[in-house]
């Protein structure tokens, strides 16, 4: 805190954190399971990013009512559309609990020993804390394992869609600008918190009310410059400070080229398909958007590694640590990171395993497969797993495109036979292969025209009767027996084996972080990111991103016109937008020189998961809403460099324009306190 003021914040550590009184703490949320979001007004509204509530905008979008195209705005509470399974979460208080995790440890027993009585502690610890469905109770790691700390938290499950401006706007460049600055991007939605007639967490009813807030951030029309000091307050997810030389390279020798290759083959089908039917468009947006979000990173990361040396330097720093180890005389540690080598070494083909299979089954690979992997642990049981069943096959089928899933099918079969190492091969995808003469299209033809896994209506009706017979039939259904047969052996065989070594990972990081912290303190200063509540802090400041180029730190609408191109999807600038453009109408949300601001880039370290995190000025008001990182510096989790590296937000003044001028839902403004000292 002190450091903050020296960097010009006005507040104290209790505006932020305090377990007795209203603070901001009490005014940002975990938003579904990896987002950010905050409150606004004292009616429960909330803000997030467009990109975070976009599953819940693209869920409600048909042809008729496409939200996603015209954007969405709720004239009254009764328009406001609910969304099934998403909820917000607050954090209550937190609690260091390392003593008591680490009771009955000492450090020369064996890890598996420690590993269970850690976790029973930390059972015991939950256990204590334990509420209804509306708390959630959570012990992290912090510093692999040298620090536990405990997280009781409110979990509210009727959060209602408000408002959403058109992807012409909210996700304005798409995946094409996507980690990437000059940024135009007014990625913002606007979600209602309901509560029960007590103010109490509830889920869906007609007779829930808008939620009374503890805490509310004001919303400043004060804008930002240069030099600013800026904070981030969110669920960032996961950081690697402290990694090790050794997983580095892994990363970058072994899994990145691999993945790339597989999303980039995903991406090209899905493109094409979207750029010839608008249903196909509206279908795949979210799936094409999160294929396209850490494939494009993984990208920049890349290139992040090489340009900056990162994996020299750091064996560089490994070295004189490893100096300072020996001056000790600690010669226990002698072979720490010839240790990660072998690990990493190890790990590297079933690490690869694991994402080849997710990739092909779980992560928007062949859906066909991925339903199908699903009735084995759904569809032969009891009436509520039949039902959790129909939910999938209804969740897939309303976004599925056959053709489109064919073609994935084919390409990633073929990729999964060239990367896939032959100990963790399917025999059984490999004998409909080999049948096929080895020609993927063939193969995946065959199994698209003799599976009901593609026929949603039949399968439907089979899987809710689900009597002998039934069941007999699927069994030998070949998209069945695939998939059954990759998640056994991604299950049985590779996940295991991969914790395994993970968790041997995972003890030898636990030591070195503790060693580190002896060596030099400041390398430790703060724990990696785990998606708990956490504050980072900077300033708003320019870059260079490459010889003899400098970017400003702010864009406006006339970037937007700038980019402005019919031709281009992601390009498109709304009607209404250019005419609001040509009118230069930005009354007070206007910039000092008239034009109008838009994004905004800082020093703050950010990862995935700071997606919809408040930024908040000296005084604790909002300036801006954090969406993103600037492609040199995507790099960040594993290396943060403040000369490059830059959070990305929308300005706040931008997002109230879109509402009051741009959608005419001025009323909403009402509810927020604006403030403009
Ligand atoms: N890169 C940002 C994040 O990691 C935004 C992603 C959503 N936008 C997109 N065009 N795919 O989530
Ligand atoms: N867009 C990211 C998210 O959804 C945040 C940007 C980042 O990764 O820094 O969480």
Redesign the pocket.
């Given at each position: 805190i002190e450091d903050m003021k020296t960097q010009g914040f006005k507040l104290e550590a209790k505006d932020i954190y305090d377990i007795n009184n209203a603070c901001m703490k009490d005014a940002v949320m975990l938003f579904g399971r990896g987002c950010t979001a905050e409150l606004i007004s004292d009616k429960g509204l909330i803000l997030t990013n467009h990109?975070c509530g976009f599953k819940q905008i693209q869920s409600h979008s048909t042809l008729e009512n496409d939200y996603i195209t015209r954007g969405f705005w709720a004239m009254n509470k009764k328009e406001e559309l609910s969304n099934p399974g998403l909820t917000v979460t607050f954090l209550r208080f937190m609690q260091d609990v390392t003593q008591d995790v680490l009771k009955g440890v000492d450090e020369t027993m064996p890890e598996h020993e420690r590993k269970l009585i850690v976790q029973a502690n930390i059972d015991s610890i939950q256990k204590s804390h334990a509420g209804d469905e509306y708390v959630k109770v959570s012990v992290s790691a912090f510093y692999s394992g040298n620090q536990y700390v405990l997280f009781v938290s409110d979990v509210f499950k009727d959060v209602r869609l408000v408002g959403a401006p058109p992807a012409a706007i909210g996700?304005f460049g798409?995946?094409t600008d996507?980690?990437m600055w000059p940024r135009h991007g007014g990625d913002f939605s606007l979600f209602r918190i309901y509560a029960n007639k007590d103010n109490k967490p509830s889920g869906y009813s007609d007779d829930n009310v808008p939620y009374k807030p503890k805490y509310v951030f004001p919303v400043s029309l004060n804008g930002i410059d240069e030099g600013d000091f800026t904070m981030v307050f969110g669920y960032p997810g996961s950081t690697y400070q402290y990694a090790s030389s050794a997983q580095l390279k892994s990363m970058r020798d072994y899994s990145y080229p691999k993945l790339i290759k597989i999303r980039d083959t995903k991406l090209k089908i899905i493109d094409q398909a979207m750029d010839a039917d608008p249903e196909v468009r509206i279908k795949y947006a979210a799936k094409a958007?999160s294929i396209?979000?850490a494939w494009k990173r993984w990208i920049g990361e890349l290139k992040g590694y090489e340009r900056f040396d990162v994996i020299n330097k750091k064996e560089e720093s490994e070295k004189a640590f490893m100096a300072w180890i020996q001056a000790r005389g600690k010669t226990r540690h002698e072979n720490l990171f010839a240790e990660y080598e072998a690990l990493y070494s190890k790990q590297a083909e079933l690490n690869l395993a694991a994402n080849i299979t997710s990739e092909i089954m779980l992560k928007n690979g062949i859906e066909v497969l991925t339903l199908a992997e699903k009735t084995d642990h759904h569809a032969f049981s009891t009436d509520s797993l039949k039902e959790a069943f129909q939910n999938e096959i209804l969740t897939i089928s309303k976004d599925y495109d056959r053709d489109t899933d064919l073609k994935i099918a084919e390409h990633l079969t073929r990729l999964y036979f060239e990367y896939m190492p032959p100990l963790y091969q399917s025999q059984k995808l490999r004998k409909l292969y080999l049948k096929s003469k080895e020609d993927p299209a063939k193969a995946m033809k065959k199994l698209f025209k003799t599976s009901i896994y593609n026929d949603f209506d039949k399968l439907s009706t089979i899987t809710r009767e689900a009597n002998e017979k039934h069941l007999r039939k699927l069994k030998k259904d070949p998209a069945y027996v695939i998939a059954s047969d990759l998640g056994t052996i991604y299950y049985k065989t590779i996940r295991p084996a991969l914790s395994g070594i993970n968790a041997q990972i995972d003890s030898l990081d636990r030591v070195y972080i503790k060693l580190l912290a002896e060596y030099d303190s400041t390398i430790t200063a703060y724990p990696d990111a785990n998606l708990t509540l956490r504050l980072t802090y900077g300033k708003v400041a320019a870059y260079a991103p490459r010889d003899a180029v400098k970017y400003d730190f702010s864009t406006t609408l006339d970037g937007i016109m700038e980019k402005d191109n019919p031709n281009i999807y992601d390009y498109r600038v709304p009607e209404r937008l250019k005419e609001l453009h040509k009118q230069k109408d930005y009354g007070i949300y206007a910039r000092p020189d008239g034009k109008l601001p838009v994004c905004f880039i800082g020093t703050n370290h950010t990862t995935?998961g700071n997606?919809g995190s408040p930024v908040i000025n000296a005084k604790g008001h909002l300036v801006g809403l954090n969406?993103?990182r600037a492609w040199e510096g995507v790099m960040s989790d594993f290396y943060y460099n403040p000369e490059i590296c830059r959070n990305i937000s929308v300005d706040i003044r931008y997002v109230l324009f879109i509402i009051d001028k741009f959608a005419g839902a001025g009323y909403l403004m009402d509810e927020m306190h604006l403030v403009s000292e």
């Amino acid at each position: 805190i002190e450091d903050m003021k020296t960097q010009g914040f006005k507040l104290e550590a209790k505006d932020i954190y305090d377990i007795n009184n209203a603070c901001m703490k009490d005014a940002v949320m975990l938003f579904g399971r990896g987002c950010t979001a905050e409150l606004i007004s004292d009616k429960g509204l909330i803000l997030t990013n467009h990109h975070c509530g976009f599953k819940q905008i693209q869920s409600h979008s048909t042809l008729e009512n496409d939200y996603i195209t015209r954007g969405f705005w709720a004239m009254n509470k009764k328009e406001e559309l609910s969304n099934p399974g998403l909820t917000v979460t607050f954090l209550r208080f937190m609690q260091d609990v390392t003593q008591d995790v680490l009771k009955g440890v000492d450090e020369t027993m064996p890890e598996h020993e420690r590993k269970l009585i850690v976790q029973a502690n930390i059972d015991s610890i939950q256990k204590s804390h334990a509420g209804d469905e509306y708390v959630k109770v959570s012990v992290s790691a912090f510093y692999s394992g040298n620090q536990y700390v405990l997280f009781v938290s409110d979990v509210f499950k009727d959060v209602r869609l408000v408002g959403a401006p058109p992807a012409a706007i909210g996700k304005f460049g798409g995946d094409t600008d996507n980690w990437m600055w000059p940024r135009h991007g007014g990625d913002f939605s606007l979600f209602r918190i309901y509560a029960n007639k007590d103010n109490k967490p509830s889920g869906y009813s007609d007779d829930n009310v808008p939620y009374k807030p503890k805490y509310v951030f004001p919303v400043s029309l004060n804008g930002i410059d240069e030099g600013d000091f800026t904070m981030v307050f969110g669920y960032p997810g996961s950081t690697y400070q402290y990694a090790s030389s050794a997983q580095l390279k892994s990363m970058r020798d072994y899994s990145y080229p691999k993945l790339i290759k597989i999303r980039d083959t995903k991406l090209k089908i899905i493109d094409q398909a979207m750029d010839a039917d608008p249903e196909v468009r509206i279908k795949y947006a979210a799936k094409a958007a999160s294929i396209s979000n850490a494939w494009k990173r993984w990208i920049g990361e890349l290139k992040g590694y090489e340009r900056f040396d990162v994996i020299n330097k750091k064996e560089e720093s490994e070295k004189a640590f490893m100096a300072w180890i020996q001056a000790r005389g600690k010669t226990r540690h002698e072979n720490l990171f010839a240790e990660y080598e072998a690990l990493y070494s190890k790990q590297a083909e079933l690490n690869l395993a694991a994402n080849i299979t997710s990739e092909i089954m779980l992560k928007n690979g062949i859906e066909v497969l991925t339903l199908a992997e699903k009735t084995d642990h759904h569809a032969f049981s009891t009436d509520s797993l039949k039902e959790a069943f129909q939910n999938e096959i209804l969740t897939i089928s309303k976004d599925y495109d056959r053709d489109t899933d064919l073609k994935i099918a084919e390409h990633l079969t073929r990729l999964y036979f060239e990367y896939m190492p032959p100990l963790y091969q399917s025999q059984k995808l490999r004998k409909l292969y080999l049948k096929s003469k080895e020609d993927p299209a063939k193969a995946m033809k065959k199994l698209f025209k003799t599976s009901i896994y593609n026929d949603f209506d039949k399968l439907s009706t089979i899987t809710r009767e689900a009597n002998e017979k039934h069941l007999r039939k699927l069994k030998k259904d070949p998209a069945y027996v695939i998939a059954s047969d990759l998640g056994t052996i991604y299950y049985k065989t590779i996940r295991p084996a991969l914790s395994g070594i993970n968790a041997q990972i995972d003890s030898l990081d636990r030591v070195y972080i503790k060693l580190l912290a002896e060596y030099d303190s400041t390398i430790t200063a703060y724990p990696d990111a785990n998606l708990t509540l956490r504050l980072t802090y900077g300033k708003v400041a320019a870059y260079a991103p490459r010889d003899a180029v400098k970017y400003d730190f702010s864009t406006t609408l006339d970037g937007i016109m700038e980019k402005d191109n019919p031709n281009i999807y992601d390009y498109r600038v709304p009607e209404r937008l250019k005419e609001l453009h040509k009118q230069k109408d930005y009354g007070i949300y206007a910039r000092p020189d008239g034009k109008l601001p838009v994004c905004f880039i800082g020093t703050n370290h950010t990862t995935g998961g700071n997606s919809g995190s408040p930024v908040i000025n000296a005084k604790g008001h909002l300036v801006g809403l954090n969406f993103d990182r600037a492609w040199e510096g995507v790099m960040s989790d594993f290396y943060y460099n403040p000369e490059i590296c830059r959070n990305i937000s929308v300005d706040i003044r931008y997002v109230l324009f879109i509402i009051d001028k741009f959608a005419g839902a001025g009323y909403l403004m009402d509810e927020m306190h604006l403030v403009s000292e």
